[in-house]
């Protein structure tokens, strides 16, 4: 059937013969690879329509419910669909779609014989086969990606039905093959959708020998799985009823009469229904113990709902709500259902470590089922390979279970192609297997099979830590040579061989380590106990000689030892050693601390030759005359600085946005001309001119702010000062997140937008939604949108959005051209992984400043992204790229802090955040000055604090009758 359908879907071939081939051989042998693709096309399409039409009135219709006239008409559409003419016409865009597909599947598979575990590279790799129409391929490809990785519900669900489609069904070697496929698939995730289908599946094979066994087994085991689950395992349920009430048999009554009375003992979603369908289908009334058991239930199902309505709001991955539901379980110690819940969560948070840490713990202390545990801390390693944590564990699980040795060996193996990101990981994967490795030796014995092994591996891990690790990481991850100091502990301790722990401590030594006296301290431990005592004075000696972090406590113990167990003459050769080296260390050190004191008295006359040309080009400003075309507005007629005789009127500090004229009492606003702007002023003669620029700043509007509007205000900077009418311009923008009730620029006192303002809401959620408009470009400036806060009550308020701590999953690149934008870079990184957020920095105008963040969505593409990346060209630049883990910011210097113990606290009014600059006013009025007393040490003596101390403190109103005196 199979065969005939193949030839009436390929007959429309002969047409390509009938050309005339006045080509080369070369394009005759294209035409003919094309035509035999189309032929292997046609072919796969027909065995599945006739497996349909083979299959379909057998068991499809007894098993979903498909009448056979159904069948026939679905069939019959898709072999008219297939054999349709113009599918297998050879048009040009045909032929370059599949040219296309050929060479990104070569790309694909090259790629893959140079990094297998690249996830997306083999989902790309599948899809393309599958529209190439090869199946053979395809289901090669598909088995060499589940060996690597666990496959989603989505993928097992379309490799199910491409398999059990093609195949004829009819054959039992098939239907085995499907059915291992299907014990693969349930071994993943816990997937609901799989082990329906698998029941439905194995239904198709009642007929056959011990089919209905395999279809109750196959239905137990979902319920085993799948049965608790509160949302999704009522349609396991009520498949298995229908299966048993289908089959006519004596005991079908009594299987179905306990399935409902399991099925109502557990807390499930639409009990009721359940209940109801019981009542009505049994002839009998229900037992009492049934209906307690289902009241039971419901109080139950009455404790999960608030679980599972909360998993139901969230969105995905809904790791915190997984986590809550698994802290309740804990707490109820249900074994299946706590396995349930955690299986739950890992299909949605597979690639979270601490998860899959937390559930192999809980199997490892509680549980301790062998094939449960083994199989997931095998799931584990597959979801997270990166983790080193998990492969620990692995092979401690094995080990504690008694797995055959050479199984171990191999996940060693896999472990150590995992691809770590830190060099420290290997070293803890090779110190993991060595103690396993050492637990199987019997040192009782001087030599065995297992000891050499042992010395072998430790072997093995000196060069794999050189050679591997060193080149890839620039580092050796082992700095102290635990791994090494372990070997030297089991040759001394457990092997009585001395002379090789002495080779390998000679060996430590010399990879940097003999400065440090606590690795001298530790050699001499060795020896005392298990070497002699000559060995142990060498040792002392050598230390003496070479540490530099800690010589004396070296010495000591070399002193301590010859008072003990010593001749004279070897107390003298110690005494002389010791001061000897302690001396040339005394000398070391005071050369140190005087190149030290040096240094920093070079940068104490920097300094101080910075304040001094700073203070000749203040008293240069000083003594300069101001120009004669210059209006005063502070006094009468044009005088010079320092002028005799000049009425000075007493200053004010010119307060933002609120200056009061000088008669008028504190508060009173002026007159304002549109736009908030104030009036304008018409020029006149010179002798006018104070008038004028005094009511210049009289007429500038005051910006109020109500500190308890902060909740539906934000603060909008970063803005263009040249923007002409900002509230025009950002209303339409913040009238998107709702309404406003009021937009305040703040203006300079001679009118000029300042480049910020308030925007005020009439609702807090606006406020909350404007928050969005963040780094949103206005006039081609970035703009920032932040809360409203006062920053001098809550010191601590930060308003950057992004993380400061280390992130695995996103990366920090340097070194970018300025002219690459967001889209070129974001098709540069697609190549490795999944980007979930890509964010170039620019500086405050909005322009690029050569660095990125990119966010992938797993650790392990990131992981990728780094060792293909790092190094890479991009538009002549060389980018660096590394794990994003920005430094420590320093935290403000609080008042607190810089209070000294022998000096008085400087205020921080006086001084700002960062000292007294050279442009800071003062806000105390002349009148009030005092000099200080550098200068009235020239002139007369030096007053004591204590007369500065008792110097009389004025009042606000004795400020306020100063500022108004004319």
């Known amino acids: 059937m199979a065969t005939a359908a193949a030839t009436s879907v390929s007959e429309p071939e002969p047409e390509p013969e009938a050309e005339p081939q006045a080509g080369p051989q070369a394009e005759g042998e294209k035409d003919e690879a094309k035509a035999a693709r189309t032929r292997r096309k046609a072919l796969s399409r027909a065995v599945a329509a006739a497996t349909y039409k083979s299959i379909g009135p057998q068991w499809i219709q007894r098993v979903r419910g498909v009448s056979e006239s159904d069948g026939e008409e679905e069939y019959a559409m898709a072999s008219s669909a297939e054999s349709s003419p113009g599918e297998y016409e050879w048009e040009s865009d045909d032929e370059e779609e599949e040219d296309k597909n050929q060479l990104e599947i070569e790309r694909l598979e090259e790629q893959l ?3 297998v575990y690249d996830y997306n590279c083999h989902v790309e790799l599948i899809r393309l086969l599958r529209l190439e129409g090869e199946l053979s391929k395809v289901r090669a490809a598909r088995q060499k990606m589940s060996e690597l990785f ?8 379309e490799w199910l039905r491409d398999d059990t489609a093609a195949d004829t069904a009819a054959d039992a070697l ?3 093959r499907a059915y291992e496929l299907f014990e693969k698939a349930v071994q993943d995730y816990i997937c609901p959708k799989i082990w329906l289908e698998y029941g439905q599946y194995s239904m198709g094979g009642i007929g056959q020998q011990g089919g209905l066994e395999k279809v109750r087994s196959v239905f137990e085991r979902a319920l085993s799985s799948v049965g608790l689950h509160v949302t999704k395992g009522l349609a396991i349920w009520e498949a298995y009823r229908e299966f048993e009430s289908a089959i006519v048999e004596a005991a079908r009554l009594e299987k179905v009469h306990s399935l409902f009375r399991r099925q109502l003992a557990i807390p499930l979603y639409d009990m009721e229904a359940t209940f109801a369908e019981y009542e009505e289908w049994s002839e009998d009334p229900i037992p009492e113990s049934v209906i307690q058991s289902y009241n039971k239930a419901l109080q139950q199902l009455e404790r999960y709902k608030p679980y599972e309505e909360a998993l139901l709001q969230a969105e995905a991955p809904r790791l915190a709500e997984y986590q809550a539901y698994i802290d309740f379980e804990m707490k109820l110690g249900d074994p299946a259902r706590i396995q349930l819940i955690f299986e739950r969560a890992l299909v949605e948070n597979c690639l979270v470590p601490d998860l899959w840490i937390r559930y192999s713990q809980y199997l490892d202390r509680q549980l301790k089922v062998k094939d ?3 199989s997931v801390h095998s799931r584990a390693v597959r979801n997270c390979p990166w983790t080193v944590a998990l492969w620990r564990r692995y092979l401690l699980a094995m080990e504690r279970h008694d797995v055959d040795h050479r199984e171990i060996a191999e996940t060693f193996e896999k472990a150590l192609n995992a691809g770590f990101i830190q060099a420290t990981d290997y070293v803890e994967i090779w110190q993991a297997y060595l103690d396993y490795l050492r637990r199987r030796v019997d040192f009782k014995q001087d030599s065995s099979k297992e000891l050499e092994e042992l010395r072998a591996a430790f072997a093995r891990a000196l060069e794999y830590l050189q050679q591997e690790v060193e080149e890839r990481f620039s580092e050796s991850g082992d700095p102290s040579c635990m791994i090494m100091q372990n070997w030297a502990r089991i040759e001394a301790r457990l092997c009585n061989n001395m002379q090789k722990a002495r080779e390998l401590w000679d060996s430590i030594m010399t990879k940097g380590n003999a400065k440090y006296a606590n ?11 298990h070497g002699d005592t000559q060995h142990c004075r060498k040792a002392l000696h050598r230390a003496v000689q070479c540490t530099s972090d800690y010589p004396e406590h070296v010495c000591e113990v070399l002193l301590a030892m010859e008072r003990t167990e010593g001749t004279l003459e070897d107390w003298d050769i110690a005494v002389q050693k010791t001061e000897t080296r302690l001396a040339r260390v005394n000398e070391q050190r005071m050369k140190a601390a005087e190149k030290e004191a040096a240094l920093v008295q070079q940068e104490e006359e920097k300094a101080e030759q910075r304040k001094r040309v700073r203070a000749e080009k203040k008293a240069l400003k000083k003594k300069k005359p101001r120009g004669a075309d210059a209006p005063r507005a502070d006094g ?13 009127p007493p200053k004010r500090r010119r307060l933002e946005n609120s200056v009061s004229p000088a008669g008028a009492p504190w508060g009173q606003e002026a007159d304002t001309g549109p736009a908030g702007l104030p009036a304008p002023v018409d020029a006149g003669p010179p002798a006018k001119q104070k008038e004028k620029a005094v009511s210049l700043k009289r007429d500038l509007p005051k910006v109020p702010h109500d500190s308890s509007k902060d909740g539906v205000t934000v603060f909008v900077s970063n803005l263009p000062y040249g923007m002409a009418e900002p509230e025009a311009t950002l209303r339409p923008l913040f009238e998107a997140c709702g309404e406003v009730v009021q937009i305040r620029p703040v203006f300079s006192n001679r009118g000029d937008f300042r480049g910020y303002c308030y925007v005020e809401f009439q609702e807090e959620k606006s406020a909350l939604q404007a928050l969005a408009l963040d780094r949103r470009s206005v006039e081609g400036r970035p703009m920032f949108v932040s809360p409203c806060v006062d920053k001098s009550k809550n010191p601590d308020f930060k308003v950057f959005r992004y993380s400061t701590a280390l992130e695995k999953h996103k990366l920090f690149i340097s070194g970018l051209p300025f002219s690459c934008t967001r889209e070129e870079l974001e098709d540069i990184c697609k190549a490795h992984g999944t980007v979930k957020d890509l964010r170039l920095v620019t ?16 650790e392990s593409q990131a992981s990728q992204a780094v060792m293909k990346m790092d190094g890479m060209t991009v538009k002549g630049n060389v980018i660096k790229v590394a794990i994003s883990n920005p430094p420590q910011r320093k935290a403000p210097e609080r008042p607190e802090a810089r209070k000294g113990p022998a000096s008085p606290m400087v205020p921080r009014q006086m001084y700002g955040a960062r000292g007294k600059g050279r442009t800071q006013l003062s806000l105390l009025p002349r009148a009030l000055h005092r000099p200080s007393a550098a200068a009235q040490a020239e002139n007369g003596p030096t007053p004591s604090p204590a007369a500065a101390a008792e110097a009389p403190k004025m009042s606000n109103a004795d400020f306020a009758k100063l500022l108004l005196r004319k």
């Open 150 to 157: 666990p496959l989603t519900e989505e993928l097992w669900m």
């Open 113 to 115: 014989s140079i990094n």
């Open 519 to 529: 690795m001298w301290l530790e050699y001499y431990n060795l020896e005392r106990a």
């Open 636 to 648: 009468e007629g044009e005088k010079e600085w320092g002028q005799d005789g000049a009425e000075q």
């Open 372 to 374: 449960l545990v083994l």
């Open 843 to 858: 500086n405050r105008a909005g322009k690029p400043k050569g660095l990125a963040y990119v966010e992938y969505e797993n």
């Open 174 to 176: 098939d239907r085995e």
